[in-house]
T-cell receptor, first 114, second 118 residues
């Protein structure tokens, strides 16, 4: 699976948009970009995923660059409860062996402050 | 509906003892994963079950670690002769069968079992 690079930490004011970047320059054509987050002492929580197109759901938006080498997770109106570690993961698609397992890096610690 | 359930939530054991950790996946999910998370670290993949296929054991760190799954339901992760370096949170995740053509796979995680080896 392609490696990802994320900033170790970011701050955001409550009510503002949080934009979390991720670089995945070696991503291959059938690999998806997934975002998960982990709130302290809990298991990871799925947020959103995408292949080529931008995606939006009730939690967040995912913007993937045209060359697919980077992406940005957007939390449109961050709250204190969004304070967590955010993981950007690239996972191989069909055709490979053992596809489906997720490789978690260190992620970005997002701190939302009042 | 019910999420992924893991038990116990906490386990303290003495070095050299065997421990068994349990995972109840979301009903209908055919894929099940075990991960380990050491303090302050990211998740390490351990093992993956998909339906009746042979499990992917490539992440198990040693032969002291083993896992079983009964059909498409409960899984147990067993650690024999525990060592202090086994101390970690053990996380279980489940997902629907991986989409054959696209490989899309959304995993849902339990809260984990915190294992402390004294």
């Amino acid at each position: 699976d392609a490696k990802t690079t994320q900033p170790p930490s970011m701050d955001c004011a409550e009510g503002r948009a949080a934009n979390l970047p991720c670089n995945h320059s070696t991503i291959s054509g059938n690999e998806y970009v997934y975002w998960y987050r982990q709130i302290h002492s809990q298991g990871p929580q799925y947020i959103i995923h995408g292949l080529k197109n931008n995606e939006t759901n009730e939690m967040a938006s995912l913007i993937i660059t045209e060359d697919r080498k980077s992406s940005t997770l957007i939390l449109p109106h961050a709250t204190l409860r969004d304070t967590a570690v955010y993981y950007c993961i690239v996972s191989r698609g069909a055709g490979g062996t053992s596809y489906g397992k997720l490789t978690f890096g260190q992620g970005t610690i997002l701190t939302v402050h009042p | 509906g019910a999420g992924v359930s893991q038990s116990p939530s906490n386990k303290v054991t003495e070095k050299g003892k065997d421990v068994e950790l349990r995972c109840d996946p979301i009903s209908g999910h055919t894929a099940l994963y075990w991960y380990r998370q050491r303090l302050g670290q990211g998740l390490e993949f351990l093992i993956y079950f998909q339906g009746n296929s042979a499990p992917d054991k490539s992440g198990l760190p040693s032969d002291r670690f083993s896992a079983e799954r009964t059909g498409e339901s409960v899984s147990t992760l067993t650690i024999q002769r525990t060592q202090q370096e086994d101390s970690a949170v053990y996380l279980c995740a489940s997902s629907h069968e991986i989409a054959f053509w696209t490989g899309e796979n959304i995993q849902y995680f339990g809260a984990g079992t915190r294992l402390s080896v004294l």
